[in-house]
């Protein structure tokens, strides 16, 4: 069953692109292409010049390390401490000593505030500092692009707020590409510099652009009222 079709979309180097949409329009059928988990039925996916759709094993590794992904409730591994959640991408991936990576894995935690708790269990630390401690982890391997997958889900909208400056702030040092799927205006408006909006009825790409000239001139009435939460009025 063909969840989306005929997406034509292409991301920029260093920007923050958000794509969003209504309840089951594909957000996570779209990431899960993205990021090399579930291959695309026809059409291609091209990440710093290399095609994904039906490429090797060994292609899609090469293409993993150029991307890091935050899932949505972070996915740390419980038994570990942060340092060595972080650590873990340099373990496989790398052949730094065991020094080396220690360091690399806790100048990662220094980025997104977290140095002081690296030896700290994610049980013993909030919601926000385990979204932050993910990120880090996604950060291991210096790749060029994040995809973050609702990473505001479950959290307040003060810490919310702090991981939105978080981003901006690795976007603005490091240059990273973030791709992140959320439905969360307030992220959505504060720091995209575009929206891609899926549409579930059509089953396709309805709107990509600034949130805000998407809002305030979008010739599509569901474009306006998903950005401006204007009620149906169907209920």
Same mark, same amino acid.
């Given at each position: 069953? *063909?969840?989306?079709?005929?997406?034509? $979309?292409?991301?920029f180097?260093?920007?923050?692109?958000?794509? !969003?949409?209504? %309840?089951?329009?594909?957000k996570?059928?779209?990431?899960?292409? &993205?990021?090399?988990? =579930?291959?695309?039925?026809?059409? %291609?996916?091209?990440?710093?010049?290399?095609?994904? +759709? !039906? +490429?090797?094993?060994d292609?899609?590794?090469?293409?993993? =390390?150029r991307?890091?992904?935050?899932?949505?409730?972070?996915?740390?591994?419980?038994?570990?401490?942060?340092?060595?959640?972080? =650590? &873990?991408?340099?373990?496989?991936?790398?052949?730094?000593?065991?020094?080396?990576?220690d360091?690399?894995?806790?100048?990662? &935690?220094?980025?997104?505030?977290? #140095?002081?708790?690296?030896?700290?269990?994610?049980?013993?630390?909030?919601?926000?500092?385990?979204?932050?401690?993910?990120?880090?982890? +996604?950060?291991? &391997?210096?790749?060029?692009?994040?995809?973050?997958?609702?990473? %505001? *889900?479950?959290l307040?909208?003060?810490?919310?707020?702090? $991981?939105? #400056?978080?981003?901006?702030?690795?976007?603005?040092?490091?240059g990273?590409?973030?791709?992140?799927?959320?439905h969360?205006?307030?992220?959505?408006?504060?720091?995209?510099?575009?929206? *891609?909006?899926?549409?579930?009825?059509?089953?396709?790409?309805?709107? $990509?652009?600034?949130?805000?000239? $998407?809002?305030?001139?979008?010739?599509?009435?569901?474009?306006?009222r998903?950005?401006?939460?204007?009620?149906?009025?169907?209920?």
């Amino acid at each position: 069953r *063909a969840i989306i079709e005929g997406i034509d $979309l292409d991301i920029f180097e260093g920007e923050i692109l958000f794509i !969003g949409g209504g %309840s089951g329009c594909g957000k996570t059928t779209l990431l899960s292409s &993205l990021n090399t988990l =579930r291959p695309p039925l026809t059409g %291609s996916i091209v990440i710093d010049g290399i095609e994904i +759709a !039906g +490429a090797s094993e060994d292609a899609l590794q090469s293409v993993r =390390r150029r991307f890091g992904m935050m899932y949505q409730l972070g996915a740390l591994f419980g038994g570990m401490t942060l340092l060595e959640n972080v =650590r &873990l991408p340099l373990v496989e991936f790398t052949t730094l000593s065991p020094a080396a990576m220690d360091d690399l894995a806790r100048s990662k &935690l220094g980025l997104v505030g977290l #140095a002081a708790h690296a030896d700290k269990k994610p049980s013993e630390i909030s919601g926000g500092m385990q979204k932050r401690a993910a990120i880090a982890r +996604a950060l291991a &391997l210096d790749p060029p692009i994040i995809f973050l997958d609702e990473p %505001s *889900a479950g959290l307040d909208p003060v810490t919310s707020a702090d $991981l939105d #400056a978080l981003i901006v702030a690795l976007n603005h040092m490091l240059g990273t590409t973030f791709v992140v799927i959320s439905h969360e205006l307030a992220s959505i408006f504060s720091i995209g510099h575009r929206f *891609a909006m899926l549409d579930g009825v059509r089953k396709r790409l309805v709107a $990509l652009g600034s949130p805000t000239q $998407l809002r305030d001139s979008s010739d599509d009435v569901w474009v306006r009222r998903f950005l401006t939460r204007t009620p149906t009025g169907d209920s």
